[in-house]
């Protein structure tokens, strides 16, 4: 079975400030694996995917995420938070979506 | 491309009805699509697995007979909450993936918030 554990379920960062949240998975084979975000009272927003080609992922808004199979981990950086990056964070693994608990990002001026 | 509605996006509806939410892929046909509720600050849980033209595949702990769908068509499913009561005032939320994808990326309705009195 395939699952997926978010680390932190709350990030504060400072405006300019790089961002880091953790992500790691489970799997019995490759996966695909997915950030996305969440804006209050919205719909989810694909930040990027990883899909057994690059490791280094670029997404969209200058996030980024890397592949690091060693690990088992694919955690979502930036290196300069913005005001309108405040929002819920899932990660999610593959073809049959589970979502992780989450990642509340807060960004402080 | 590739893009999902769902309808109605509110519902409000009185204890002991049913409500029928639909979820759509405008652009693309989907043979799999997939449906979430969502809790206040929680994350999203699948519910169950919609595959055209067959039955529905449920999550453990998620009822059946409570949470009826439907995929009659390549390109809409139907979730219909029976008998709802207060404790299923949530936000739904479907998804769907390209049946040609090898990457499952997911692409999800804008969701229904549904509120039970």
């Known amino acids: 079975a395939q699952s997926v554990t978010q680390l932190d379920s709350h990030v504060s960062v400072s405006e300019g400030t790089p961002v880091l949240l953790r992500c790691n998975y489970s799997?019995?084979?490759?996966?695909?694996l997915f950030w996305y975000v969440q804006h209050p009272n919205k719909g989810l927003q694909l930040l990027l995917k990883?899909?057994?080609?690059?490791?280094l992922v670029k997404g969209i808004n200058g996030f980024e995420a890397e592949f690091k199979k060693s690990e088992t981990s694919f955690h979502l950086t930036k290196p300069s938070a913005h005001m309108s990056d405040a929002a819920e964070y899932f990660c999610?693994?593959?073809?049959?979506?589970?979502f992780g608990a989450g990642t509340r990002l807060t960004v402080k001026p | 491309g590739a893009v999902v509605s769902q309808h109605p996006s509110w519902v409000i509806c009185k204890s002991g009805t049913s409500v029928k939410i639909e979820c759509r892929s405008l652009d693309f046909q989907a043979t799999t699509m997939f449906w979430y509720r969502q809790f206040p600050k929680q994350s999203l849980m699948l519910m169950a697995t919609s595959n055209e033209g067959s039955k529905a595949t449920y999550e453990q702990g998620v009822e059946k007979d409570k949470f009826l769908i439907n995929h009659a068509s390549l390109t809409l499913s139907t979730l219909t909450v029976t008998s709802a009561h207060p404790e299923d005032s949530s936000f739904y939320i479907c998804?769907?993936?390209?049946?040609?994808?090898?990457?499952?990326?997911?692409?999800f309705g804008p969701g229904t918030r549904l509120t039970v009195t």
């Open positions: 799997s019995s084979y490759s996966p695909s």
């Open positions: 990883y899909t057994s080609a690059a490791t």
């Open positions: 999610v693994v593959s073809d049959h979506p589970r």
């Open positions: 998804s769907a993936n390209l049946p040609s994808g090898r990457s499952h990326e997911q692409y």
